[in-house]
């Protein structure tokens, strides 16, 4: 059974940065994709980013493009995904994502993310 633990959340001001840590484990198949979502109170959840198994390629929601990077670490089976110049607006909870086999949904718990003007 997959397992997905997020880390790295935290309260920062506006324009500052934090790296969100997704830890997953107990993958059998080798196509899977990685992704990020956010939820505010209020809103619906949404797509922010993801990586993909077979070839690397990545999405970007266009709100994020520019100051959000998502990448991996193979060897410490982990994704992560660098925010930049960060704005009110991104304050949520970040969910990690892995979607196996283009079929099967996981999900860690969340890691909060509060950006202060």
């Known amino acids: 059974e997959v397992q997905l633990v997020e880390s790295g959340g935290g309260l920062v001001q506006a324009g500052g940065s934090l790296r969100l840590s997704c830890a997953a484990s107990?993958?059998?198949?080798?196509?899977?994709?990685i992704g990020w979502f956010r939820q505010a109170p209020g809103k619906e959840r949404e797509g922010v980013s993801c990586?993909?198994?077979?070839?690397?390629?990545?999405y970007y929601a266009d709100s994020v493009k520019g100051r959000f990077t998502i990448s991996s670490d193979n060897a410490k089976n982990t994704v992560y995904l660098q925010m930049n110049s960060l704005k009110p607006e991104d304050t949520a909870v970040y969910y990690c994502?892995?979607?196996?086999?283009?079929?099967?949904?996981?999900w860690g718990q969340g890691t909060q993310v509060t950006v202060s003007s």
């Open positions: 107990g993958f059998t198949s080798d196509d899977y994709a």
């Open positions: 994502n892995a979607r196996v086999n283009l079929a099967t949904d996981y």
């Open positions: 990586i993909s198994s077979r070839d690397g390629s990545t």
